[in-house]
């Protein structure tokens, strides 16, 4: 009975001041926003991330000069601290890895424009360079034509495998199998057309690309850049083996000590989801950081507004106490107060925090995830910032003489 009394008392009071009550709780309402948004975006990322790496398959690993910190490949001091990973560590990888199923060499340049005829694309495509296997690691098949073959790589042939956004562009009505396009001022036959594939996180299609034969690529651009190496092991059971395997060759082929560390960096799937995990949490600690310091200011917000009410309410205190109210009844008229003006603020936050987190996931293409856990210790959160906040206003409030309280004007 006196809770649904309080309750209701505490709703109209709400009410009665819409403006004072919407600014008491913007700092609760930004602070949830903020937590659930971030961990919202870092949710759907990883899902996104998981998903793209998962085509390449649990048995593929990569080799890089660099090391990898969420999938962003960071130096030491400069770019030249490592030597270049070359093109031959792939067929020395062939000859001495017995649980390697495939390896090859790939090296990428951006920015090239293609041409046909009077036909030009913009310079916004990728080249790669490559051998057959690039085709198996990074799980990228044809849908007509062929792939490159061990002969076009020994003989510097001028041949291409074009992404389907170059074939829309150059050929929008016809077949672009044995036709001669440009690339970098030399003609290149094409020998096949990659299949559709889905888009990345973000949005970032994963057809707009070439493949030409390495030894071509080098050829053309020059063989200064460090080349990328991806090795698909014999099974998943295999990969660690495959892994040492690899490591022990190109340790020995660059000549690196016995006790150094690796010049070079090698990745697997789990390796990079786990970097990224690993600094997801980290910026999800900030995020929530940044929220608890909302919350915290919120607070402080919503226990000043109580303490004006029950200024502003000392008569009411006094003739509630005439009537025959206790102080628990006064102490949980004003804690429901604190406690539902917290709470408005908290589902309000929660609902701005999922708008945005949407727009967002399909402004970039990402999946909408929201864990469970956020929205849960949210209103958990906003509750005990109310009981806190109200916990000193309610107690002043229910010790009031009602004598004294009478006489207030």
């Given at each position: 009975m006196y809770l649904r009394e309080n309750l209701e008392i505490a709703l109209q009071q709400l009410v009665s001041s819409k403006m004072r009550a919407a600014l008491t709780t913007l700092g609760i309402?930004?602070?949830?926003?903020?937590?659930?948004?971030?961990?919202?975006?870092?949710?759907?990322?990883?899902?996104?991330?998981s998903s793209d790496l998962s085509m390449l398959g649990a048995n593929v690993f990569q080799v890089e000069k660099y090391d990898r910190n969420a999938g962003i490949q960071v130096g030491?001091?400069?770019?030249?601290?490592?030597?270049?990973?070359?093109?031959?560590y792939s067929e020395e990888i062939r000859?001495?890895?017995?649980?390697?199923?495939?390896?090859?060499?790939?090296?990428?340049?951006?920015?090239?424009?293609?041409?046909?005829?009077?036909?030009?694309?913009?310079?916004?495509?990728?080249?790669?360079?490559?051998?057959?296997?690039?085709?198996y690691n990074n799980a990228e098949p044809i849908s007509s034509g062929r792939i490159l073959t061990r002969n076009d790589i020994a003989s510097n042939a001028r041949v291409i495998v074009l992404g389907v956004d170059i074939v829309n562009e150059l050929f929008p009505y016809e077949d672009p199998l044995g036709k001669y396009i440009k690339v970098a001022g030399t003609k290149f036959k094409v020998v096949g057309v990659f299949e559709d594939m889905p888009a990345r996180t973000f949005g970032q299609s994963r057809n707009n690309k070439a493949v030409i034969p390495i030894t071509t690529f080098e050829d053309i651009f020059g063989s200064y850049r460090s080349v990328f190496l991806t090795v698909m092991a014999r099974d998943a059971a295999h990969l660690d083996d495959a892994m040492e395997e690899v490591t022990g060759v190109l340790r020995r082929l660059r000549k690196v000590p016995p006790g150094k560390e690796n010049d070079f960096n090698v990745w697997s799937n789990d390796s990079l989801v786990e970097s990224f995990t690993n600094s997801a949490k980290q910026i999800q600690l900030v995020a929530v950081m940044i929220g608890m310091i909302s919350l915290l200011v919120g607070s402080i917000g919503v226990m000043n507004i109580m303490l004006v009410t029950v200024t502003e309410r000392t008569r009411e205190i006094g003739i509630r106490k005439a009537i025959g109210a206790?102080?628990?009844?006064?102490?949980m008229q004003f804690l429901n107060e604190s406690v539902i003006l917290s709470l408005i603020g908290g589902v309000i936050g929660i609902l701005l925090g999922f708008g945005l987190s949407f727009a967002v996931s399909a402004a970039f293409d990402l999946e909408f995830a929201v864990p469970m856990w956020a929205v849960i210790s949210a209103v958990l959160v906003t509750s005990v910032a109310g009981l806190a906040a109200g916990l000193y206003p309610a107690a002043k409030a229910s010790k009031l003489d009602p004598v004294e309280a009478l006489r207030y004007e």
């Open positions: 309402t930004i602070g949830i926003a903020t937590v659930i948004f971030v961990v919202s975006i870092l949710e759907g990322y990883e899902k996104s991330i030491h001091r400069s770019r030249d601290f490592r030597k270049n990973l070359e093109f031959e000859e001495h890895c017995p649980s390697v199923k495939y390896v090859g060499a790939e090296v990428w340049n951006y920015n090239i424009s293609f041409r046909y005829r009077d036909k030009k694309t913009n310079p916004t495509f990728l080249l790669a360079g490559g051998e057959p296997e690039y085709f206790n102080r628990r009844v006064i102490l």
